[in-house]
Nanobody, 119 residues
Framework: QVQLVESGGGLVQPGGSLRLSCAASGSIFSGNVMGWYRQAPGKQREFLASITDGGSTNYADSVKGRFTISRDNLKNALYLQMSSLKSEDTAVYYC?????????????WGQGTQVSVSA
């Protein structure tokens, strides 16, 4: 069983930065993809960024150039560095791990961490 625990959320002013972390535990085998998603009130959960255990990254257009995903395979940790935050970035942010070839909903999810961007 895999467990994911996000941290680092909070309240930040527009234009500010925040770094989210996700600690993974349990058996995670090679060939996996870790990713960040978010869900704003009244909206569907959306993909933000992903990174394979080999280091290949993929970003949604909405965050490209502002968010950077990284991981530490030795620590089983995932990170999301967010900058130039906007009010529309306000959402609950989720960590996900899945295996290559499978959709995110076939993977594991954390409980989420709230990010609020407001003056």
């Amino acid at each position: 069983q895999v467990q994911l625990v996000e941290s680092g959320g909070g309240l930040v002013q527009p234009g500010g930065s925040l770094r989210l972390s996700c600690a993974a535990s349990g058996s995670i085998f090679s060939g996996n993809v870790m990713g960040w998603y978010r869900q704003a009130p009244g909206k569907q959960r959306e993909f933000l960024a992903s990174i394979t255990d080999g280091g290949s990254t993929n970003y949604a257009d909405s965050v490209k150039g502002r968010f950077t995903i990284s991981r530490d395979n030795l620590k089983n940790a995932l990170y999301l560095q967010m900058s130039s935050l906007k009010s529309e970035d306000t959402a609950v942010y989720y960590c996900n791990v899945r295996y290559i070839g499978y959709q995110a909903n076939r993977g594991y999810w954390g409980q989420g961490t709230q990010v609020s961007v407001s003056a």
